[in-house]
């Protein structure tokens, strides 16, 4: 068959859920192979990248093979795509650049109470470890980027089609909460309180409201600084946003923007002592935060 | 379309990446003085530190926190990580949710089986291990079989239906919180996931028929085939095969029980062992120590320990199963892909059970629980074999320590060892026989590993075959390229 578009597709640090958000697709994808010609891909048993239009990278960089993985596709794909939130902005393995290296080695392989005489692996054989968590974009030039844990399967469909036919793919630019169809009461409301007198998890609500927003009932809810285009299907799922879509591509970075859209509605005391700020708003994108300790830590100013 | 072999002074042979595997993976095979194989080593290649960077966080987050280990077995860790948080805080669950969660995993081993069957393992038996690598894929499948392809399609879509309609999303749910679950199943979704499953019963029987008729064929190789004698480790309830909640039953390698214990007390019976060359930890049970408390987990463990299966067709398809053993456990690995099957059927039973059960529509599906200081275990059956959660949480909800036991990391010494007995097999002469390449991974394939999950401590897995001399010097790796 000619004229298929050829493309590639891999994994780095990541769970392999975007690759199933692909074969989410279900029926649609014997549509797509219809389009498209995977040359290489987890899926696949051929072992050397090939040369190809398109490749889709899904994941974070965290170690040396990573890196060079990622430089493979970078030099053999015309045009390279970040596949969901890890590969756009670190996703929540991102969270341990929080820690040390050293430190989350030392838990994992020596302190964990089921581990028996434990060290440190380093043979040879297995790669070392990056300092940090990085997304694609802070290694090689991104042409194109399908943010969230995992991505619509649709939306990865829409993308592939407009790579096929040519045109661009749509990028999202407002916030969840335009996709949130919970009913806004208090807030609306011009007002010198708090929305509420604490901040709750959602196990800690009498009764957790199918229809009320959820900075009303008390709980973090990162939709005003999360990008729109999931569905708003934890929403639907009677819980609040966690930001996976990463944050809308004119806002700084997300966990500031969350404090920001936050600070006004919650009581401050509860953000601090009930809720766990960095853990909520940066959980998908420390890596590209400005959060200041990191960013000390990495040299830059 | 070549085999490449690199000759290097010495005798070590690598297969990187080990392909159609879920994650990041590498094989060295060690030779001896005579050029006989030592000892086969599995490299997992990533680390992601879930055990050190959950401190700080909420624990009632880590539900939705530790799914991001791993994308296909999302609810497992969901599962797991909420009855960790229930067991911490001291809830109990009314029914209704214990059977929407129960109903959630179902659906989620519906997808991974049939995932792991159809797409990964699949091209192997249906189009041969020695079929055009460039087409031995389930795109191979999809061009040679295009009905037999549409139907593994809607096998899985039925699975992750069930999870996305239970659990708010199919990949990564969010609806299992502490104290239960944050919404009901609707009327709708319960009719419409009702009908699915009686097709989805009619595949089930479909994919253990084509894999029967896969195991006679190759009913020769089955006996040698990476076969080891191993422990075996899965949940039992009074006896039944049981995945979300039960007790931990241990039996050795003519059957015999050795333990049965509350998960709770894990630490009491398993350890993990460190190697310097794999991410990946090696637990053991603790009472025979390292590397004589190798025991395995997942469909064949599962099928071992147990004496019955609670619902009638897999209970009918689990005695046929058992025969095979003669009154032994069945210890032949590739019958994992058989187990596998048979389990695949008891999640559409079982999925079946709790959907025609009135109470699976309640409104009641959750208890108001407030944060407390506390510790907490969660154990399940992941479609990999068991998995540990264990919390320890302070008075203001936030994680002190974690520690999580995987369901592939249980199989990681067995693993090592069935790619030795494929590596003796194939490796003559301190070189790689043609077709050794396929027959590792294949090895490697039987456990189903999730490397994403194996390495949530630190990540991944590719497969590379390095062969490695006395000395320890790589004398041949194996890649295959076009």
Same mark, same amino acid.
């Given at each position: 068959?000619?004229?298929?578009?050829?493309?590639?597709?891999?994994?780095?640090?990541?769970?392999?859920?975007?690759?199933?958000?692909?074969?989410?697709?279900?029926?649609?994808?014997?549509?797509?192979?219809?389009?498209?010609?995977?040359?290489?891909?987890?899926?696949?048993?051929?072992?050397?990248?090939?040369?190809?239009?398109?490749?889709?990278?899904?994941?974070?960089?965290?170690?040396?093979?990573?890196?060079?993985?990622?430089?493979?596709?970078?030099?053999?794909?015309?045009?390279?795509?970040?596949?969901?939130?890890?590969?756009?902005?670190?996703?929540?393995?991102?969270?341990?650049?929080?820690?040390?290296?050293?430190?989350?080695?030392?838990?994992?392989?020596?302190?964990?109470?089921?581990?028996?005489?434990? #060290?440190?692996?380093? @043979? !040879?054989?297995?790669? $070392?470890? *990056?300092?940090?968590? %990085?997304?694609? /974009?802070? =290694?090689?030039? &991104?042409?194109?980027?399908?943010?969230?844990?995992?991505?619509?399967?649709?939306?990865?469909?829409?993308?592939?089609?407009?790579?096929?036919?040519?045109?661009?793919?749509?990028?999202?630019?407002?916030?969840?909460?335009?996709?949130?169809?919970?009913?806004?009461?208090?807030?609306?409301?011009?007002?010198?309180?708090?929305?509420?007198?604490?901040?709750?998890?959602?196990?800690?609500?009498?009764?957790?409201?199918?229809?009320?927003?959820?900075?009303?009932?008390?709980?973090?809810?990162?939709?005003?600084?999360?990008?729109?285009?999931?569905?708003?299907?934890?929403?639907?799922?009677?819980?609040?946003? #966690?930001?996976?879509? @990463? !944050?809308?591509?004119? $806002?700084? *970075?997300?966990?500031? %923007?969350?404090? /920001?859209? =936050?600070?006004? &509605?919650?009581?401050?005391?509860?953000?601090?002592?009930?809720?766990?700020?960095?853990?909520?708003?940066?959980?998908?994108?420390?890596?590209?935060?400005?959060?200041?300790?990191?960013?000390?830590?990495?040299?830059?100013? | 379309?070549?085999?490449?072999?690199?000759?290097?002074?010495?005798?070590?042979?690598?297969?990187?990446?080990?392909?159609?595997?879920?994650?990041?993976?590498?094989?060295?095979?060690?030779?001896?003085?005579?050029?006989?194989?030592?000892?086969?080593?599995?490299?997992?290649?990533?680390?992601?530190?879930?055990?050190?960077?959950?401190?700080?966080?909420?624990?009632?987050?880590?539900?939705?926190?530790?799914?991001?280990?791993?994308?296909?077995?999302?609810?497992?860790?969901?599962?797991?990580?909420?009855?960790?948080?229930?067991?911490?805080?001291?809830?109990?669950?009314?029914?209704?949710?214990?059977?929407?969660?129960?109903?959630?995993?179902?659906?989620?081993?519906?997808?991974?089986?049939?995932?792991?069957?159809?797409?990964?393992?699949?091209?192997?038996?249906?189009?041969?291990?020695?079929?055009?690598?460039?087409?031995?894929?389930?795109?191979?499948?999809?061009?040679?079989?295009?009905?037999?392809?549409?139907?593994?399609?809607?096998?899985?879509?039925?699975?992750?239906?069930?999870?996305?309609?239970?659990?708010?999303?199919?990949?990564?749910?969010?609806?299992?919180?502490?104290?239960?679950?944050?919404?009901?199943?609707?009327?709708?979704?319960?009719?419409?996931?009702?009908?699915?499953?009686?097709?989805?019963?009619?595949?089930?029987?479909?994919?253990?028929?084509?894999?029967?008729?896969?195991?006679?064929?190759?009913?020769?190789?089955?006996?040698?085939?990476?076969?080891?004698?191993?422990?075996?480790?899965?949940?039992?309830?009074?006896?039944?095969?049981?995945?979300?909640?039960?007790?931990?039953?241990?039996?050795?390698?003519?059957?015999?029980?050795?333990?049965?214990?509350?998960?709770?007390?894990?630490?009491?019976?398993?350890?993990?062992?460190?190697?310097?060359?794999?991410?990946?930890?090696?637990?053991?049970?603790?009472?025979?120590?390292?590397?004589?408390?190798?025991?395995?987990?997942?469909?064949?463990?599962?099928?071992?320990?147990?004496?019955?299966?609670?619902?009638?067709?897999?209970?009918?398809?689990?005695?046929?199963?058992?025969?095979?053993?003669?009154?032994?456990?069945?210890?032949?690995?590739?019958?994992?892909?058989?187990?596998?099957?048979?389990?695949?059927?008891?999640?559409?039973?079982?999925?079946?059970?709790?959907?025609?059960?009135?109470?699976?529509?309640?409104?009641?599906?959750?208890?108001?629980?407030?944060?407390?200081?506390?510790?907490?275990?969660?154990?399940?059956?992941?479609?990999?074999?068991?998995?540990?959660?264990?919390?320890?949480?302070?008075?203001?909800?936030?994680?002190?320590?974690?520690?999580?036991?995987?369901?592939?990391?249980?199989?990681?010494?067995?693993?090592?060892?069935?790619?030795?007995?494929?590596?003796?097999?194939?490796?003559?002469?301190?070189?790689?026989?043609?077709?050794?390449?396929?027959?590792?991974?294949?090895?490697?394939?039987?456990?189903?590993?999730?490397?994403?999950?194996?390495?949530?401590?630190?990540?991944?897995?590719?497969?590379?075959?390095?062969?490695?001399?006395?000395?320890?010097?790589?004398?041949?790796?194996?890649?295959?390229?076009?």
């Amino acid at each position: 068959m000619t004229g298929r578009v050829s493309v590639a597709t891999t994994w780095l640090q990541s769970c392999s859920g975007c690759h199933i958000a692909l074969l989410d697709m279900h029926e649609e994808l014997l549509d797509v192979l219809s389009a498209i010609d995977i040359k290489y891909s987890p899926i696949v048993d051929i072992k050397e990248v090939p040369k190809t239009d398109v490749g889709i990278v899904e994941g974070s960089v965290s170690n040396q093979d990573n890196v060079e993985m990622l430089a493979k596709f970078r030099e053999r794909s015309k045009t390279l795509v970040a596949f969901g939130t890890c590969a756009c902005f670190g996703g929540i393995p991102g969270l341990r650049n929080l820690f040390k290296r050293e430190d989350l080695f030392r838990r994992g392989y020596i302190e964990t109470e089921s581990t028996v005489d434990g #060290r440190v692996p380093a @043979g !040879p054989e297995i790669p $070392a470890l *990056e300092e940090y968590v %990085k997304p694609l /974009n802070q =290694l090689v030039q &991104v042409d194109y980027y399908i943010p969230g844990c995992p991505p619509l399967s649709s939306t990865i469909k829409n993308t592939l089609v407009a790579l096929v036919t040519g045109g661009k793919p749509e990028v999202k630019r407002k916030n969840l909460c335009e996709e949130c169809d919970r009913t806004k009461k208090k807030m609306l409301v011009a007002s010198r309180d708090f929305l509420t007198d604490s901040v709750l998890s959602p196990h800690e609500l009498d009764h957790i409201d199918r229809t009320l927003c959820f900075l009303e009932q008390g709980v973090l809810c990162m939709g005003p600084a999360t990008c729109e285009g999931c569905g708003a299907r934890c929403l639907a799922g009677n819980m609040p946003c #966690r930001g996976c879509m @990463g !944050p809308p591509p004119d $806002a700084i *970075e997300q966990g500031a %923007k969350s404090i /920001n859209a =936050l600070a006004s &509605v919650l009581p401050a005391g509860g953000l601090m002592f009930q809720e766990d700020i960095v853990g909520v708003g940066y959980r998908y994108s420390l890596p590209v935060s400005i959060y200041p300790h990191l960013a000390k830590e990495r040299g830059e100013k | 379309m070549s085999t490449k072999v690199e000759k290097v002074m010495s005798k070590t042979i690598t297969i990187s990446p080990v392909s159609r595997l879920e994650g990041h993976g590498k094989v060295t095979i060690h030779l001896d003085e005579n050029n006989k194989v030592a000892e086969s080593r599995f490299h997992v290649l990533e680390f992601r530190g879930f055990e050190k960077f959950c401190e700080g966080r909420l624990m009632s987050e880590m539900p939705v926190i530790t799914t991001r280990i791993c994308g296909i077995c999302p609810v497992s860790h969901h599962l797991a990580s909420v009855k960790a948080c229930d067991d911490a805080l001291g809830v109990d669950i009314p029914p209704a949710a214990k059977k929407l969660r129960e109903l959630m995993h179902m659906g989620q081993f519906i997808h991974s089986h049939a995932l792991h069957f159809f797409y990964l393992s699949a091209p192997d038996f249906v189009l041969g291990p020695a079929f055009d690598p460039a087409k031995r894929n389930i795109l191979g499948i999809i061009e040679a079989d295009p009905d037999l392809a549409k139907k593994a399609i809607r096998l899985r879509k039925f699975g992750q239906n069930i999870v996305e309609r239970v659990g708010g999303r199919a990949i990564h749910p969010v609806t299992a919180i502490p104290g239960g679950m944050s919404k009901p199943l609707s009327h709708e979704d319960r009719f419409v996931t009702s009908k699915e499953l009686d097709d989805g019963l009619e595949l089930a029987r479909l994919a253990l028929q084509i894999g029967k008729g896969v195991f006679e064929k190759y009913a020769e190789i089955v006996p040698r085939f990476a076969a080891i004698k191993t422990k075996y480790m899965g949940l039992v309830k009074d006896g039944n095969l049981e995945l979300y909640d039960g007790r931990l039953r241990i039996i050795n390698e003519d059957g015999k029980r050795l333990d049965e214990f509350d998960p709770k007390n894990y630490l009491e019976f398993l350890g993990e062992h460190v190697e310097d060359w794999s991410y990946m930890k090696f637990p053991f049970y603790k009472k025979y120590g390292y590397p004589e408390g190798l025991y395995r987990v997942a469909p064949l463990a599962r099928l071992n320990v147990v004496e019955a299966i609670s619902t009638p067709l897999a209970n009918k398809e689990l005695v046929e199963f058992k025969k095979l053993g003669g009154g032994h456990p069945v210890h032949e690995t590739l019958y994992y892909h058989y187990a596998r099957l048979i389990e695949l059927l008891y999640a559409v039973e079982r999925a079946q059970e709790l959907i025609h059960d009135d109470e699976i529509v309640s409104e009641d599906v959750r208890v108001k629980v407030d944060r407390r200081k506390g510790e907490g275990v969660g154990v399940i059956e992941a479609p990999r074999g068991t998995l540990i959660h264990h919390y320890w949480a302070d008075d203001s909800g936030k994680i002190e320590r974690a520690n999580i036991i995987v369901a592939t990391a249980h199989n990681n010494a067995a693993i090592n060892r069935s790619v030795n007995e494929v590596a003796k097999e194939f490796v003559k002469g301190g070189k790689i026989e043609e077709g050794a390449l396929n027959m590792v991974e294949m090895a490697v394939r039987c456990y189903d590993p999730c490397l994403s999950c194996a390495t949530h401590a630190l990540g991944q897995m590719p497969l590379e075959i390095a062969l490695l001399d006395a000395d320890g010097k790589v004398v041949d790796t194996v890649e295959r390229s076009i």
